[in-house]
């Protein structure tokens, strides 16, 4: 969960349109993948617009705990979408967030890089665990954790790298700072990682196929 | 009978919890109860301010950003969901 709530201004125009490019690369890369497959993947299509109606449905409401924080399920449409449509996913969620006044434009860059990031690792735990831990419940939590301590990390780093205008905080102080928040915000990533888990056992108990896992 | 490692996966999950959340519980009493937005700002050190949805809501729940865009964009996702959804037939 993920995301840099900081008002426009608060990067330089230099980081500001650094980061949009990063992340422009990143899904330019997606939109590759997506196109080189030979016959679009109409189920995976689906997937990712369902992804999107119920992340950005999700990630607008502020949950009562530790003061007010969102889910944004990233790590679940890797695993269903996954990473190249799953990329394409956030950047829009983030658009239509800020759109909605949930975060500043000039954040969408930087943002959508610290989504693509929860995206990546929770679809890649997810695959790389299949054999070792084949429970899908716990298998797909586990991933979840993974994604969003990842995701929270490039946040961090990000926000360490641009500095912040205006503000006379050290670099260690900020970095403290914000630690806290990734340490706070792990404590909902738990949340979500139970969700999380909950849908992708009943998904692969109904329908494995959607998981590429097959019936067992 | 067990197939191997059907225990790892929850015992991990379980492990995993527990540590975050006390992570989680002891980073939140060092900085007591803010909104995510005044917790930033606090973070980086620029002036505080309270968060935008803090203390309104529907049973402590909260919509950031406008009620009213969001209730369009998500009708316009929604009816997207159902186009797609019939025109692939999953």
Redesign the interface.
């Known amino acids: 969960m993920a995301h840099?709530?900081?008002e426009d201004g608060?990067f330089s125009l230099f980081f500001v349109l650094l980061w949009w490019a990063a992340a422009i690369i990143l899904v330019c890369i997606a939109i590759y993948l997506l196109r080189s497959e030979k016959k679009p993947d109409?189920?995976k299509?689906?997937?990712a617009?369902?992804c999107?109606?119920a992340a950005?449905?999700i990630f607008?409401?502020?949950?009562?705990l530790?003061?007010?924080?969102?889910l944004n399920l990233t790590p679940l449409i890797g695993i269903l979408a996954g990473p190249a449509a799953g990329s394409l996913v956030v950047l829009i969620i983030n658009i239509?967030?800020s759109?909605?006044?949930?975060g500043g434009w000039g954040l969408i860059g930087a943002n959508t890089l610290v989504n693509i990031v929860e995206v990546v690792v929770g679809y890649s735990c997810f695959k790389l665990?299949k054999s070792?831990?084949?429970?899908l419940?716990?298998?797909a939590?586990?991933s979840t954790?993974a994604g969003l301590l990842c995701g929270n990390l490039v946040m961090i780093l990000i926000?360490v790298i641009s500095g912040?205008q205006?503000?006379?905080?050290s670099t260690g102080?900020?970095l403290t700072?914000?630690s806290?928040?990734a340490?706070?915000?792990?404590?909902?990533?738990?949340i979500e990682?139970?969700i999380t888990?909950l849908i992708v056992a009943y998904i692969g108990k109904v329908r494995p196929d959607l998981l590429g896992e097959g019936r067992e | 009978m067990n197939?191997p490692?059907?225990k790892?996966?929850?015992l991990?999950?379980i492990g995993?919890?527990l540590l975050?959340?006390v992570?989680?519980?002891?980073?939140?009493g060092?900085?007591?109860?803010?909104?995510?937005?005044?917790?930033?700002?606090?973070?980086?050190?620029?002036q505080g301010e309270r968060?935008e949805?803090?203390g309104g809501?529907w049973?402590?729940?909260?919509?950031?950003?406008?009620p009213l865009?969001?209730a369009f964009?998500?009708g316009i996702?929604?009816v997207?969901?159902y186009a797609?959804?019939r025109n692939?037939?999953?």
């Open positions: 840099i709530h900081l608060s109409r189920r299509i689906t997937l617009a369902f999107t109606a950005f449905a607008q409401v502020s949950l009562p530790f003061g007010g924080v969102h239509l967030s759109a909605i006044g949930h665990l070792s831990i084949p429970d419940f716990s298998r939590g586990i954790i926000i912040v205006g503000v006379n905080q102080q900020i700072g914000l806290i928040i340490a706070v915000n792990m404590g909902v990533a738990v990682a139970f888990g | 197939k490692g059907e790892r996966g929850p991990i999950f995993l919890m975050v959340i992570v989680s519980l002891a980073a939140y060092a900085t007591g109860n803010m909104g995510i937005e005044e917790r930033f700002t606090h973070a980086v050190g620029l968060g949805n803090e809501g049973f402590g729940l909260a919509l950031e950003g406008s865009l969001y964009m998500l996702l929604l997207a969901c797609v959804y692939f037939k999953v």
